[in-house]
Every structure is written in structure tokens, then in C-alpha cells.
């Protein structure tokens, strides 16, 4: 310590005096920075590899899907206002039969220009290079699909595509901007398996799929301040006699809603975490800062006489804090880097970039560092004020006695049935009322993050209970290449292992409510299905008159419109026509929007007779073998979706990365919590030795003792613990309106095991930490704390 | 070996080392001493002396590195941390120069502390009559003079009727007037509760109240003197 100036000892010995005080407060702030750090610097990183990825790809801002229109119309469509770039394309789907797998994986088959790049939604090769034109067998694969199945350039694959049997070859394997979130349609977790993308010649795949000189969607790049909704309308009007379901935008391209709805999630998270950390840490810089200041009055007395300024001292606490804030921005900066880095691989599992790097910018960690900085001193300033008020004269005489006559528990005394020691605890609260009321908000607050975090298992729980086990029974919905007549359905009834089938209907249609427009599929299931049932909030089936649209909530508050209703329905796809049905029930949808109604009315409206778009299945596993060889070659089927599947990977998911976030989030939590009991009780301790002493020397046994210092932080936790847990409640509920998106809704569902977790949690840590000061109590040198003066 | 039936104190070789090695401090060199039942007795010396050790290991605050303490003929040298806070529970009252009463409570609650886990108290109040201050039962420490805190410390003394008051510098924070206004309590104490009285001082003009003066120099007793008369605290040169 040569070369440090007297009072920079002083601060360092101080320092190694308090340095489970210090370290407690150091970690609060460290899980504020760290949370801060990885929630900004995952937002800045995702966001940034995005655009410069939709950027340099130049990903769509419109999609137009006809059923088939001519390439002659690429000039009008070219000539719209604010259009910048448009590429016409043929997009299909296919079933492939992949060695190894016995399942069917799904497949979305998408062209690219002949002898140029896309002008829109271009691909990035990572291996190989781009189908030959001349080569109508050759494909590109999607890089995870390739990576799940080993496939490398020169490997060939059995697909049926359009119900023909065709044999490709790979020659390339690329990542696109449409595909960062690549899953099936319908599903929510990716599995890499399961579904592939494929990239064919424009003239291979439009020759397979009867689009010869046709095109069957159009991407389109907007101008920078064009309008998305008019260049949306005018596409409408234009390919609408070529059967047009409706142009979208980004709002509606699945891989970029997943990627939006992670992003504000994100955003919402770094909202509400960081400042709560950030809070405690400076609530408890301040108690503990004011603490030293009170049994350093005497000391600061001294110095003032001795010369040092009223800045000299200030700085001298500040640079303590300082200090503490440097370990806990230090700390936070590297757990929050080590975070985000865990956090972009696990990102790296599931979106597709050609690059993501978690990558927390200057002004990231110089925010952080101002909001460490704001906290902490805040904090000290408040506590500090004091000494520096303080006059030399007036410190270097002991405090006198707090005064306890003008507190608001002094009429406690009149209670007779409460012991001396129960009123030295209540008085002390009445006493400080501020300090115990902060305590008692930095505990619930630490219970009230637990609950809100161990909200998501309860809620996803429920999202998967109901929308896979209780909504949708099936384990296969296999989807029809066209409408078919009711024999088709019969057939797929009987296919091996199929024990229960359902026939569905599948419309795409535009809903109106006065000014709303929602575009969706019209969903047509029997009477009384039992595979496929709309549910209230109770998970009991619903049962909606026949006739009538049956609509999620989620779509009717979108829509505006109550039950009883009228809705405007008009089918964009096959003969168009304009219906007004009714809502006749409004259910509960978790995952996805749903319009359904019953299979028999809708044909009727349709006036196409009985026909089906496919059937949902439940099979006897035993019989998948069989079963998925029939459908992989059955010239019928354009797609197969494993529900059951669906369900384990989503399980998988909830198991591995959100139950890894939540033992981090728990851990944080558990921090606030240590952060504040530990010090508080530290606090009190140091406070009160000579009471405690006193009460030693009165004859008081250990355990008698050791409840005046214990009782106020047991009342305060107690009292905390229905606090944060309606706080908790709270926050679950704004969490579960805030990261609600078109994808899923997470229920507002809390169990009762989630609170006793987190009491538990909080329990726990108080109790530790009074053993802990429990352990001094019982090591009080009474002689020692009684013969100096305090 | 047997103490005589009147000894309240007994010590015998009591030692006191703080400390190892070198760096040892012996606080009590061997004390031999007895105090009988009922007296009240000035420990008079320099600081350093040895008399507050003694008093702490007289009132079980701390223990004996050597010898043996006896109460009223019980061994307790050797007694352990519970066996220690039993003795204090229910034989012992203490006083301290910076009265340590407890801020948050009233001066009432303050002596009821005690009389809750004492066997055979006085009634608070009348304790705190007993140091003229039963008006200002309900006041906190903070609205008490230094004299009135320290009177409130010797009414929680009394109340559990102590077998033993010890008194560490009771008056050494106060005025002489306010002094003697303590010493008065504790003289009344003595008289009325027939508690055997330690009463440590710098003052030696206090030393003529008692009935015996132990005077104290490099840890040991260096001379003991017997008042033939005790002087009451008003009369005392201060």
C-alpha cells in the first residue's frame, strides 16, 4: 500500500472489512449489466445481422401468390408505384423420402432464375454451386436440411413432387433470408429433419409443375418510403382472375414474424429486468454507504478538523462505491458477454444466418457502465449527503440515541400482549420505515422476477397441453395436393396403422369486419370432431351451431367483431364468391389463429360438392414404417405433418434452451434476493451488537437474542412474499400481453408449485443468511461491544 | 475447600492472561479476595488496573484464564457459555458508564426486558420509583437526560432483585449533581433490595459510601480498607 494516500488505505481496508457486503451488492449489479449487456447486445446483434442480411439478399417486402399467371404480366407488376425490384418465381411443395428416416420430410421447392441471381430473396451458397438450367434433376439444399441428413453436393434425393416421382441431384447447399426461422407451414418449433427448401431452374421446376411460361408467386423489393398497403392493393386487383389469395407482407412471412417476435421479446425482457437490478443495487449502495457513514461520524468529524474539504470526504465514499461498481460493471461485462455468446449459439440452433456473432458495441457497454455509474453513485450521493453536511464539531460528539418517541409504533407500547422484544423489532420497522419498506420491495421484487419467470413453464405447459393434446389430437395431418372428393378421404382412412381419421376442408379466405381484413384459412372439420376440437378457455369443447364461423380469440379481437356477428368471408382461391356468416363461437387458440367451421356447411357454401383437403390421422406407431411408406408414395399427397413430432421437438425445446434461460433468470433472482437479505441482516447486525450485546449481558440466551435481529428481516420477508407475489402476478400478466404475436399467446396461467418455488427460493436464502449473522451473534465479544462508546 | 456461609464473592489465584507468547497481557496476576452478602464495595485503581476484568469475570461477561471464582460458594470458573447467561438471567444486574438501554423502547419497556425473564421481579414501575423516575416510564432513551438514562439502566439493574448489582463506571459520563443523584439510587438499591454491590470508579472520593474499598494496582489487590462508617453520595467530595 506504499504510494496510496492515507485515506485510499482507509478505503481499502474498509473495503476488505465489508467485502461480503461489497461482493453481495457487486453481484446485483453484475446480473443488471450482464442481463442488460446480453439483452442489448443479443437485440443490436440479431437486428443488425438481419438487415445487413435481408439487405445484402435482398430479402422481399411483398409476397403475391396466384394460383398460375402469365410471365407476360411481369411488366405491369414492374410498373406499379414504388415497386424497386420484382422477381416472378414457382414455388410448390414435394415430399421427399430420405434414406434413414422413416418419416416423410416436407419440402418447399422454390425456383430461381435462370442464368442470373434473384433480384429478390437471393440465396447464399455455403457449398456447391447453383442448378444448371439444362440440368432439370439438379438442386440446391438447405443448409440445415443438408446438415441434418449429411447431404453434400454430388448426394441425390427421392421427392414426390405434384404426385410424380422424380429423382434430384444436389449440387449446392444454401442458407436465405426467407428462411432464417425454416419450419413447415403449420409448425412451430424447426426441426432440421423434417423440413427441407429446395432451389430447382426455373425451367426444371416450372416444367414439373405444369407453369411453363407462368409463374405461380411474385417477390417484390419495395422503394425506400414506398406504401406497402398500396402497391399491396393494386397487386390484388391485378392478379386477382388468376386466382390471387391475397398479396402479404413481412407481417405475415413466417420466418420473419418468428425473427420479429423473438426480437421485441428481447426488447420487452431488457425493458423490465435491468432497471430492477439496477434499482436494488443502488437502494442497497445507499444503505450500506449510509451504515459506514454512521459509525464513521466520528472519524469524519476528524478529518474535517483536520482540513480535509467537505469534497475530500465526499469523493472518499464515492470512490468506495466507485469501486463496488467497477467489480459488479467488470462481473457483468463478462458474464454478460459469456451470456450472449451461450445465447447466440442457442440462436444459431434455430435461426439460420450466414453470420451471427453476439456482439455488445462500445456504446452498449458505455451505457452500461453511465446506468452502473448512475445507480451506484445515486445511491452513495443520497447516503453521503449526510457526511458531508456534517459539521466537525457536531460529528466528533457520539449520535445521540435514535429517536424512537415520534415514530408511528411508539402506541405499540400500550399493547401489553407484545413482548419487549417483538416491539424492539416493530419499532425498529416504524422507526426506518423507508429503509424496511425498500427491503421489503427488494425481496418481492427478487420473488416477484422468480414467479414471473417460472410463469413461462406453466404457461408453456399449458399452450402445449392445449393446443396438442386437448385441441389437436391427431398424431399426421396429411394434406391433399388438390380438393378431392370424399372417397379420397376414405382412403387415407384406411392407409396402414391409421386407427381414427377426421377429414378436413382447407380454404384460404379473406374475413371482413367493417374496415378489418384478415387473411387466414378457413379451417372445414365434421360435426362433433373429436381430432380436432375447439375449446373455451376451460379446455372444454365448445359447441358452436352449424353455420357459422367459429373464430379465435386472438382473430376476433383482430377483427373487431363479437359473437353473434356478422362476417364478411370471401374465398380467394378456386371460384371466388362473398359470403356474410355469423360467429357462432369464439375459442381458445394458443398457438396460430384459427376460423373454422363445419365441414358440410362449408361445402355447402363453396357449392363444390363433398369434397376434403386431407385428414387428420391418429396411428399406431408400431405401423409408422408402413404407414409413411404408403404416404411418401402416394401420388395424392402433398404433405404430411407430424403432430406428434411436433409436440416432442416443442417439449425439447422448453427442456433445453428456455429451461437453461430460466436457471439463469433464477439465479439472478436468487441474487437480488442474497443481495438484500444478506446485507440487511449484515446491517442490522453492526447497528444493533450493542443492543444485542446488552441483551446478552441481561441474561438473554442466544436463540433469544438472535430473534430481535432475525424478526425484522423474517417480518419483512414475510410480509414480502405476498408483495412479490402479486407483483409477480403482475408481470406475468404484462409479459404475456406484451410477447403475445400473430405466432402463439402464452396463457395467463400461474400454479400454485410456481409461487411455493419461489417462496421456497426466497425462503431459503433468509434463512442462510441468518445463520450466517446467526454465527456472530453467538462469537459477540460483549465485554469488547459494551466498553466502547459507539 | 470451603467458603464461609456469608461469602458472596470468593476468589482464589484468579487469573487473567489476554493474549499468547510475547505478546501476553496479564490482567489479573492471582487475586485472592471475598466479599460478603449485602456489602457494597468501591473498586478503586488506575486504568489498567485489572478491576473492570474482574468485574466482568464477577458477572460472568467474561472467564478466567486461571483459579477459581466461586458464588455464593458454586464453582463457576469453569462454567460453560449457558451455564454463564443462567447465572446472569437470574443473580445478576448490571450498570454500565454509557448506560446501554435499548433506543426503541421506553424507559419502562426497557426494565420490563428484564422483569419478563427474571424469576421473582418487582413490578417495572416500581423499580423505576425506586430511582425517582416512575413519571417518565413512558419516555424513550432519546427524550431522557444522560442522569435519567443512566437511573433507567440502574431501575433495569434492580428490578429482577439481583443477588449481585455490578457497577462499571457508573457515573463516568455525568456531572457531579447527576452523579450523585446515581449514586443515591444505588445506595437505596443496596439498602432496599440487600443486593451485594460492585461499584468500579475513577472517583476516589466515592470510595466513602462503601462499606469496603478494594484497591486495585498491575493486577492484583494491592490493599483492602473497611469504612467504619459509610458517607452518604450527597455528603461525598466529589
Given at each position: 500500500m506504499v504510494g496510496l494516500k492515507v485515506l485510499d488505505r482507509k478505503l481499502l481496508r474498509n473495503l476488505r472489512g465489508m467485502a461480503g457486503q461489497g461482493l453481495a451488492i457487486a453481484l446485483v449489479i453484475a446480473g443488471g449489466i450482464s442481463l442488460f449487456l446480453l439483452m442489448a447486445g443479443m437485440t443490436g446483434s440479431l437486428s443488425e445481422t438481419r438487415r445487413t442480411y435481408y439487405e445484402r439478399y435482398a430479402f422481399a417486402d411483398i409476397w403475391a401468390p396466384v394460383v398460375r399467371a402469365p410471365e407476360s404480366l411481369r411488366a405491369d407488376i414492374r410498373a406499379i408505384?414504388?415497386?424497386r425490384a420484382l422477381e416472378t418465381r414457382v414455388r410448390d411443395a414435394a415430399l421427399l423420402d430420405m434414406p434413414g428416416m422413416i418419416e416423410p420430410a416436407t419440402a418447399e421447392v422454390i425456383s430461381l432464375p435462370d442464368h442470373r441471381a434473384p433480384r429478390v430473396n437471393d440465396v447464399h451458397l455455403s457449398e456447391g454451386r447453383l442448378p444448371d438450367p439444362?440440368?432439370?434433376?439438379e438442386v440446391v439444399v438447405l443448409d440445415a436440411f443438408a446438415r441434418a441428413h449429411s447431404l453434400a453436393p454430388g448426394d441425390e434425393i427421392s421427392a414426390t413432387l405434384r404426385g410424380r416421382r422424380v429423382e434430384l441431384e444436389v449440387v449446392g447447399v444454401a442458407l436465405s433470408p426467407e428462411h432464417v426461422?425454416?419450419?413447415?407451414?403449420?409448425?412451430?418449433?424447426?426441426d432440421d429433419r423434417l423440413f427441407a427448401v429446395l432451389w430447382m431452374s426455373r425451367d426444371a421446376l416450372a416444367h414439373a409443375t405444369d407453369q411453363d411460361g407462368a409463374f405461380n408467386e411474385a417477390v417484390i423489393r419495395l422503394m425506400p418510403g414506398a406504401s406497402e398497403d398500396a402497391v399491396i392493393d393494386t397487386l390484388d386487383r391485378l392478379l386477382?382472375?388468376?386466382?390471387?389469395?391475397g398479396a402479404y407482407g413481412r407481417d405475415l412471412q413466417f420466418s420473419d414474424v418468428f425473427l420479429s417476435s423473438e426480437l421485441n421479446q428481447l426488447v420487452t425482457m431488457s425493458r423490465i429486468l435491468p432497471p430492477i437490478f439496477l434499482f436494488v443495487a443502488a437502494f442497497l449502495v445507499n444503505v450500506v454507504i449510509s451504515r459506514i457513514i454512521a459509525v464513521e461520524r466520528e472519524q469524519i468529524g476528524l478529518l474535517k478538523a483536520f482540513g480535509y474539504s467537505d469534497l475530500d470526504v465526499l469523493t472518499h465514499y464515492l470512490k468506495l462505491v466507485g469501486v463496488i461498481g467497477l467489480v459488479g460493471l467488470l462481473l457483468g461485462s463478462g458474464l454478460g458477454i459469456a451470456l450472449g455468446r451461450w445465447m447466440a449459439a442457442q440462436y444459431a440452433q434455430y435461426f439460420h444466418f450466414p453470420f451471427l456473432i453476439f456482439r455488445a458495441d462500445p456504446t452498449t457497454f458505455l451505457l452500461g457502465a453511465l446506468i452502473t455509474l448512475i445507480a451506484v453513485l445515486g445511491g452513495a450521493a443520497m447516503a453521503a449527503r449526510s457526511a458531508f453536511r456534517l459539521r466537525p464539531a457536531v460529528a466528533m460528539v457520539p449520535a445521540p440515541p435514535?429517536?424512537?418517541?415520534?415514530?408511528?409504533?411508539?402506541?405499540?407500547?400500550?399493547?401489553?400482549?407484545?413482548?419487549p422484544q417483538s416491539r424492539m423489532v416493530l419499532r425498529q420497522l416504524f422507526r426506518f420505515p423507508w429503509r424496511g419498506g425498500l427491503t421489503l420491495l427488494g425481496v418481492a421484487a427478487s420473488i416477484m422476477l422468480l414467479v414471473s419467470t417460472l410463469f413461462f413453464l406453466d404457461s408453456m405447459q399449458v399452450m402445449i397441453d392445449t393446443h396438442?393434446?386437448?385441441?389437436?389430437?391427431?398424431d399426421v395431418a396429411v394434406s391433399l395436393v388438390e380438393p378431392r372428393e370424399r372417397r379420397a378421404f376414405h382412403e387415407l382412412a384406411r392407409?396402414?396403422?391409421?386407427?381414427t381419421a377426421e377429414p378436413y376442408r382447407h380454404v384460404p379466405v379473406r374475413l371482413r369486419h367493417g374496415p378489418r381484413e384478415e387473411t387466414i384459412a378457413l379451417i372445414g372439420v365434421p360435426r362433433d370432431a373429436m381430432l380436432s376440437r375447439t375449446l373455451n378457455a376451460e379446455n372444454e369443447p365448445v359447441e358452436a351451431p352449424p353455420g357459422g364461423l367459429v373464430l379465435s380469440a386472438d382473430l376476433a379481437a383482430d377483427l373487431d367483431v363479437e359473437l353473434g356477428e356478422q362476417v364478411e368471408v370471401e374465398t380467394t382461391q378456386g371460384r371466388r364468391m362473398v359470403r356474410q356468416l355469423p360467429v357462432s363461437a369464439i375459442i381458445t387458440s394458443y398457438i396460430g389463429s384459427v376460423a373454422q367451421m363445419e365441414l358440410r356447411a362449408l361445402n355447402r357454401l363453396l357449392?363444390?360438392?363433398?369434397?376434403?383437403?386431407g385428414a387428420y390421422l391418429v396411428v399406431d406407431p408400431a405401423q409408422n414404417l408402413a404407414l409413411f411408406e404408403e404416404l411418401k408414395a402416394a401420388?395424392?399427397?402433398a404433405g404430411v405433418a407430424l403432430h406428434s413430432l411436433a409436440a416432442e421437438n416443442f417439449k425439447a425445446i422448453l427442456d433445453q434452451s428456455l429451461g437453461w434461460s430460466i436457471f439463469v433468470y433464477v439465479l439472478f433472482s436468487g441474487m437480488i434476493a442474497l443481495g438484500v437479505i444478506y446485507n440487511s441482516v449484515r446491517i442490522t447486525f453492526a447497528e444493533r451488537a450493542r443492543e444485542l450485546a446488552s441483551l446478552r449481558v441481561l441474561g438473554f440466551k442466544r436463540g433469544e437474542v438472535a430473534y430481535v435481529l432475525l424478526g425484522e428481516i423474517a417480518l419483512l420477508t414475510l410480509l414480502a412474499l405476498p408483495v412479490g407475489c402479486l407483483g409477480g402476478i403482475g408481470l406475468a400478466f404484462y409479459l404475456s400481453e406484451a410477447m403475445a404475436s400473430d405466432v402463439y399467446r402464452l396463457p395467463f396461467v400461474i400454479h400454485i408449485s410456481t409461487f411455493a418455488a419461489a417462496i421456497g427460493v426466497v425462503v431459503v436464502i433468509a434463512i442462510g443468511s441468518g445463520l450466517i449473522v446467526r454465527r456472530q451473534i453467538d462469537r459477540l465479544n460483549l465485554v469488547e461491544v459494551l466498553k466502547t462508546r459507539e | 475447600m470451603s467458603s464461609s456461609p456469608q461469602s458472596c464473592f470468593e476468589t482464589r489465584g484468579l487469573t487473567k492472561v489476554y493474549?499468547?507468547?510475547?505478546?501476553?497481557?496479564?490482567?489479573?496476576?492471582g487475586v485472592d479476595l471475598q466479599i460478603p452478602e449485602g456489602e457494597l464495595v468501591v473498586l478503586l485503581g488506575?486504568?489498567?488496573?485489572?478491576k473492570s476484568t474482574l468485574l466482568n469475570i464477577l458477572g460472568g461477561l467474561d472467564s478466567a484464564s486461571g483459579g477459581s471464582f466461586r458464588f455464593r460458594g458454586e464453582e463457576?470458573?469453569?462454567?460453560?457459555t449457558s451455564r454463564l447467561t443462567h447465572y446472569r438471567r437470574n443473580h445478576v444486574g448490571f450498570v454500565f458508564q454509557f448506560y446501554n438501554?435499548?433506543?426503541?423502547?421506553?424507559a419502562e419497556e426497557n426494565v420490563d426486558l428484564v422483569t419478563e425473564i427474571a424469576p421473582d421481579p418487582m413490578p417495572s414501575l416500581e423499580a423505576l420509583d425506586l430511582v425517582g423516575l416512575a413519571e417518565r416510564s413512558h419516555h424513550f432513551p432519546a427524550q431522557l437526560s444522560g442522569g435519567e438514562q443512566q437511573r433507567v439502566a440502574i431501575a433495569r439493574a434492580i428490578a429482577k432483585r439481583p443477588d449481585v448489582l455490578l457497577c462499571d463506571e457508573?457515573?463516568?459520563?455525568?456531572?457531579s449533581a447527576t452523579g450523585i443523584r446515581v449514586l443515591r439510587a444505588l445506595l437505596d438499591a443496596n439498602e432496599r433490595t440487600g443486593s451485594t454491590t460492585v461499584i468500579i470508579t475513577?472517583?476516589?472520593?466515592?470510595?466513602?459510601?462503601?462499606?469496603r474499598v478494594l484497591f486495585f494496582r498491575d493486577g492484583d489487590l494491592h490493599e483492602e480498607r473497611r469504612n467504619a462508617q459509610r458517607v452518604p453520595p450527597e455528603s461525598l467530595t466529589w
Amino acid at each position: 500500500m506504499v504510494g496510496l494516500k492515507v485515506l485510499d488505505r482507509k478505503l481499502l481496508r474498509n473495503l476488505r472489512g465489508m467485502a461480503g457486503q461489497g461482493l453481495a451488492i457487486a453481484l446485483v449489479i453484475a446480473g443488471g449489466i450482464s442481463l442488460f449487456l446480453l439483452m442489448a447486445g443479443m437485440t443490436g446483434s440479431l437486428s443488425e445481422t438481419r438487415r445487413t442480411y435481408y439487405e445484402r439478399y435482398a430479402f422481399a417486402d411483398i409476397w403475391a401468390p396466384v394460383v398460375r399467371a402469365p410471365e407476360s404480366l411481369r411488366a405491369d407488376i414492374r410498373a406499379i408505384d414504388g415497386v424497386r425490384a420484382l422477381e416472378t418465381r414457382v414455388r410448390d411443395a414435394a415430399l421427399l423420402d430420405m434414406p434413414g428416416m422413416i418419416e416423410p420430410a416436407t419440402a418447399e421447392v422454390i425456383s430461381l432464375p435462370d442464368h442470373r441471381a434473384p433480384r429478390v430473396n437471393d440465396v447464399h451458397l455455403s457449398e456447391g454451386r447453383l442448378p444448371d438450367p439444362g440440368h432439370r434433376s439438379e438442386v440446391v439444399v438447405l443448409d440445415a436440411f443438408a446438415r441434418a441428413h449429411s447431404l453434400a453436393p454430388g448426394d441425390e434425393i427421392s421427392a414426390t413432387l405434384r404426385g410424380r416421382r422424380v429423382e434430384l441431384e444436389v449440387v449446392g447447399v444454401a442458407l436465405s433470408p426467407e428462411h432464417v426461422y425454416a419450419i413447415a407451414p403449420g409448425q412451430l418449433v424447426p426441426d432440421d429433419r423434417l423440413f427441407a427448401v429446395l432451389w430447382m431452374s426455373r425451367d426444371a421446376l416450372a416444367h414439373a409443375t405444369d407453369q411453363d411460361g407462368a409463374f405461380n408467386e411474385a417477390v417484390i423489393r419495395l422503394m425506400p418510403g414506398a406504401s406497402e398497403d398500396a402497391v399491396i392493393d393494386t397487386l390484388d386487383r391485378l392478379l386477382a382472375p388468376y386466382g390471387a389469395p391475397g398479396a402479404y407482407g413481412r407481417d405475415l412471412q413466417f420466418s420473419d414474424v418468428f425473427l420479429s417476435s423473438e426480437l421485441n421479446q428481447l426488447v420487452t425482457m431488457s425493458r423490465i429486468l435491468p432497471p430492477i437490478f439496477l434499482f436494488v443495487a443502488a437502494f442497497l449502495v445507499n444503505v450500506v454507504i449510509s451504515r459506514i457513514i454512521a459509525v464513521e461520524r466520528e472519524q469524519i468529524g476528524l478529518l474535517k478538523a483536520f482540513g480535509y474539504s467537505d469534497l475530500d470526504v465526499l469523493t472518499h465514499y464515492l470512490k468506495l462505491v466507485g469501486v463496488i461498481g467497477l467489480v459488479g460493471l467488470l462481473l457483468g461485462s463478462g458474464l454478460g458477454i459469456a451470456l450472449g455468446r451461450w445465447m447466440a449459439a442457442q440462436y444459431a440452433q434455430y435461426f439460420h444466418f450466414p453470420f451471427l456473432i453476439f456482439r455488445a458495441d462500445p456504446t452498449t457497454f458505455l451505457l452500461g457502465a453511465l446506468i452502473t455509474l448512475i445507480a451506484v453513485l445515486g445511491g452513495a450521493a443520497m447516503a453521503a449527503r449526510s457526511a458531508f453536511r456534517l459539521r466537525p464539531a457536531v460529528a466528533m460528539v457520539p449520535a445521540p440515541p435514535a429517536d424512537y418517541s415520534r415514530a408511528i409504533g411508539a402506541s405499540i407500547s400500550k399493547l401489553r400482549l407484545i413482548d419487549p422484544q417483538s416491539r424492539m423489532v416493530l419499532r425498529q420497522l416504524f422507526r426506518f420505515p423507508w429503509r424496511g419498506g425498500l427491503t421489503l420491495l427488494g425481496v418481492a421484487a427478487s420473488i416477484m422476477l422468480l414467479v414471473s419467470t417460472l410463469f413461462f413453464l406453466d404457461s408453456m405447459q399449458v399452450m402445449i397441453d392445449t393446443h396438442f393434446y386437448q385441441a389437436n389430437r391427431y398424431d399426421v395431418a396429411v394434406s391433399l395436393v388438390e380438393p378431392r372428393e370424399r372417397r379420397a378421404f376414405h382412403e387415407l382412412a384406411r392407409v396402414p396403422g391409421a386407427l381414427t381419421a377426421e377429414p378436413y376442408r382447407h380454404v384460404p379466405v379473406r374475413l371482413r369486419h367493417g374496415p378489418r381484413e384478415e387473411t387466414i384459412a378457413l379451417i372445414g372439420v365434421p360435426r362433433d370432431a373429436m381430432l380436432s376440437r375447439t375449446l373455451n378457455a376451460e379446455n372444454e369443447p365448445v359447441e358452436a351451431p352449424p353455420g357459422g364461423l367459429v373464430l379465435s380469440a386472438d382473430l376476433a379481437a383482430d377483427l373487431d367483431v363479437e359473437l353473434g356477428e356478422q362476417v364478411e368471408v370471401e374465398t380467394t382461391q378456386g371460384r371466388r364468391m362473398v359470403r356474410q356468416l355469423p360467429v357462432s363461437a369464439i375459442i381458445t387458440s394458443y398457438i396460430g389463429s384459427v376460423a373454422q367451421m363445419e365441414l358440410r356447411a362449408l361445402n355447402r357454401l363453396l357449392e363444390e360438392g363433398a369434397v376434403v383437403s386431407g385428414a387428420y390421422l391418429v396411428v399406431d406407431p408400431a405401423q409408422n414404417l408402413a404407414l409413411f411408406e404408403e404416404l411418401k408414395a402416394a401420388p395424392g399427397v402433398a404433405g404430411v405433418a407430424l403432430h406428434s413430432l411436433a409436440a416432442e421437438n416443442f417439449k425439447a425445446i422448453l427442456d433445453q434452451s428456455l429451461g437453461w434461460s430460466i436457471f439463469v433468470y433464477v439465479l439472478f433472482s436468487g441474487m437480488i434476493a442474497l443481495g438484500v437479505i444478506y446485507n440487511s441482516v449484515r446491517i442490522t447486525f453492526a447497528e444493533r451488537a450493542r443492543e444485542l450485546a446488552s441483551l446478552r449481558v441481561l441474561g438473554f440466551k442466544r436463540g433469544e437474542v438472535a430473534y430481535v435481529l432475525l424478526g425484522e428481516i423474517a417480518l419483512l420477508t414475510l410480509l414480502a412474499l405476498p408483495v412479490g407475489c402479486l407483483g409477480g402476478i403482475g408481470l406475468a400478466f404484462y409479459l404475456s400481453e406484451a410477447m403475445a404475436s400473430d405466432v402463439y399467446r402464452l396463457p395467463f396461467v400461474i400454479h400454485i408449485s410456481t409461487f411455493a418455488a419461489a417462496i421456497g427460493v426466497v425462503v431459503v436464502i433468509a434463512i442462510g443468511s441468518g445463520l450466517i449473522v446467526r454465527r456472530q451473534i453467538d462469537r459477540l465479544n460483549l465485554v469488547e461491544v459494551l466498553k466502547t462508546r459507539e | 475447600m470451603s467458603s464461609s456461609p456469608q461469602s458472596c464473592f470468593e476468589t482464589r489465584g484468579l487469573t487473567k492472561v489476554y493474549g499468547e507468547g510475547d505478546a501476553a497481557v496479564h490482567a489479573l496476576r492471582g487475586v485472592d479476595l471475598q466479599i460478603p452478602e449485602g456489602e457494597l464495595v468501591v473498586l478503586l485503581g488506575p486504568s489498567g488496573s485489572g478491576k473492570s476484568t474482574l468485574l466482568n469475570i464477577l458477572g460472568g461477561l467474561d472467564s478466567a484464564s486461571g483459579g477459581s471464582f466461586r458464588f455464593r460458594g458454586e464453582e463457576l470458573s469453569e462454567a460453560n457459555t449457558s451455564r454463564l447467561t443462567h447465572y446472569r438471567r437470574n443473580h445478576v444486574g448490571f450498570v454500565f458508564q454509557f448506560y446501554n438501554l435499548m433506543p426503541s423502547l421506553t424507559a419502562e419497556e426497557n426494565v420490563d426486558l428484564v422483569t419478563e425473564i427474571a424469576p421473582d421481579p418487582m413490578p417495572s414501575l416500581e423499580a423505576l420509583d425506586l430511582v425517582g423516575l416512575a413519571e417518565r416510564s413512558h419516555h424513550f432513551p432519546a427524550q431522557l437526560s444522560g442522569g435519567e438514562q443512566q437511573r433507567v439502566a440502574i431501575a433495569r439493574a434492580i428490578a429482577k432483585r439481583p443477588d449481585v448489582l455490578l457497577c462499571d463506571e457508573p457515573t463516568g459520563a455525568l456531572d457531579s449533581a447527576t452523579g450523585i443523584r446515581v449514586l443515591r439510587a444505588l445506595l437505596d438499591a443496596n439498602e432496599r433490595t440487600g443486593s451485594t454491590t460492585v461499584i468500579i470508579t475513577h472517583n476516589a472520593g466515592v470510595a466513602d459510601m462503601a462499606d469496603r474499598v478494594l484497591f486495585f494496582r498491575d493486577g492484583d489487590l494491592h490493599e483492602e480498607r473497611r469504612n467504619a462508617q459509610r458517607v452518604p453520595p450527597e455528603s461525598l467530595t466529589w
